[in-house]
């Protein structure tokens, strides 16, 4: 096994050069970080061109990209495990077809039951905690991208897409950014722990939250960090205490801040505040906090608007908030709502919800919009010890929904224990050139 199939957090082994020189067309195939991803490279060549069709369906087609200002070494992701994929390499005038196969290498894949057409349902990226794997599944629930994380795991760990760049951090994981291919192109390495929540800003810049002790209390920040792990602007929640700007409920975790979310304007953030039921709005100038979005706060719901051990607020560019409403026990069930939050501090209106017989989830899931309008939810379940209220039986899942008929398109259904703090969806195309799987005419010989 090759270095490189081994990943963390760290820079990766110094990649093939091009190499000078004539002759046939030949191509190295090298393992990556990914276990469902290789490097084709073709020495001494300019441009490569790849394009990768999987023997048992023409429809499934992988489009290899360059890594980085390497014209001569492209990478192919999105293989299916143990699937052979008859690659076309093109460089130079000249082509060549290879085959390329790629396993887990003896780890089990997440086990998930489909329900709903394929056209339906959703590519989506999480990082298992259980597993110590980060992951992205297609529409049938298969792995296409299985990158091993050697980290202790926890329950917080997240995964956020950004074009072709995937953002993971955690408790216990530090940040940074990984190519498709596993390979870690950054890691700002943060003076302090991350927890729960990050973000990237539009630039090498993180947002992210932790947990800090006040007074053996525990307390939370929000920090944002450069692409050297300096901290640009940073707010604490015992200064606000102080302030009379946070209200301390007396628990030993008065707050649990487990997202932080850029307004629209970029000038402030929204942080939620599980342990309260609020959502909070900092001000990134003056790091004061300029008020609150629930019942009797300046952003003012409604009673049927009120949150509770809430997750994963998404602003959306017109000012709209998704928010994951996971309730308690007393409550017993969660549900999405979907909010019309003004600019200005206001009443609240609450404009859609979504929830289903038998989900109720206290402390994990998310929810994101999709380009067609319809929510994709992750119904995460925490199981272990230190969830015994929940369902035993009860199994996390990945939704896809139409808020305005709640009706339930598509849906994968983990394995009992299996499942995810929260996933995201993501574009084939995009991240890993999956952009074709309908049947086409690829022009290719057979090997």
């Known amino acids: 096994m090759l270095l490189w199939s081994i990943w963390a957090c760290v820079e990766s082994a ?45 429809g499934d087609v992988l489009i290899g990209a360059p890594r980085g200002e390497l014209a001569n070494v492209v990478g192919v992701a999105g293989l299916r495990p143990d699937q052979p994929y008859q690659c076309n390499v093109v460089a130079d005038g000249r082509s060549t077809q290879v085959l390329v196969t790629r396993g887990l290498e003896g780890r089990n894949p997440p086990s998930v039951a ?14 298992s905690s259980g597993m110590g794997m980060l992951w992205v599944l297609d529409p049938l629930g298969r792995p296409r991208m299985a990158v091993p994380v050697p980290a202790q795991a926890h329950a917080d760990w997240y995964a956020e897409v950004d074009g072709t760049t995937i953002l993971v951090g955690g408790s ?32 090498a810049t993180l947002l992210l939250t932790r947990m800090v002790t006040d007074d053996d209390r525990e307390g939370f920040a ?19 205490v102080a302030l009379g700007e946070l209200t301390d409920n007396g628990w030993e975790d008065p707050f649990h801040a487990n997202a932080v979310r850029p307004s629209v304007d970029g000038d402030s953030v929204w942080v939620s505040l599980r342990n309260l039921g609020r959502i909070v709005r900092i001000d990134r100038e003056t790091g004061r ?7 009797g706060e300046a952003w003012s719901t409604p009673p049927e608007g009120a949150t509770i051990n ?88 990945l939704l896809v929904v139409d808020p305005d008929t709640s009706e339930v398109a598509w849906r994968l259904v983990f394995g009992k224990g299996e499942g995810t703090y929260r996933a995201r969806p993501v574009d084939p195309c995009e991240l890993l050139g999956a952009c074709s799987l309908e049947p086409v005419d690829t022009g290719l010989p057979e090997l």
């Open 114 to 127: 489909l329900e709903g057409d394929r056209d339906d349902g959703i590519w989506t990226v999480f990082l």
């Open 222 to 240: 929000v920090e944002e960090v450069g692409d050297r792990g300096e901290i640009r602007w940073t707010f604490g929640s015992a200064e606000a």
């Open 14 to 58: 110094t990649p093939p050069t091009s190499l000078p020189g004539e002759g046939p067309l030949t191509v190295v195939v090298a393992e990556t970080p990914n276990l469902l991803a290789a490097e084709l490279v073709v020495p001494g060549a300019g441009a490569v061109d790849v394009r990768c069709v999987a023997e048992d369906d023409e």
């Open 310 to 397: 809430q997750h994963d607020p998404r602003v959306l560019p017109d000012g709209r908030i998704l928010v994951l409403d996971n309730g308690n026990s007393l409550r017993g069930y969660s549900r999405i709502l979907e909010l019309g939050v003004p600019e200005e501090p206001g009443p609240v209106e609450v404009l859609r919800s979504f929830t289903e017989p038998g989900w109720y989830e206290p402390v994990m899931g998310g929810v994101d919009e999709l380009q067609d309008g319809r929510w994709a939810i992750t119904r995460a379940h925490c199981g272990g010890e230190h969830c015994d209220h929940n369902d035993p039986e009860a199994r996390a899942q």
């Open 172 to 203: 216990g994981l530090e940040p940074c950014w990984m190519d498709p291919l596993g390979h870690v192109l950054l890691r700002p390495e943060p003076a302090n722990e991350n927890h729960h929540d990050g973000q990237r800003l539009g630039d």
């Open 289 to 295: 906090v300029l008020g609150a979005l629930g019942p």
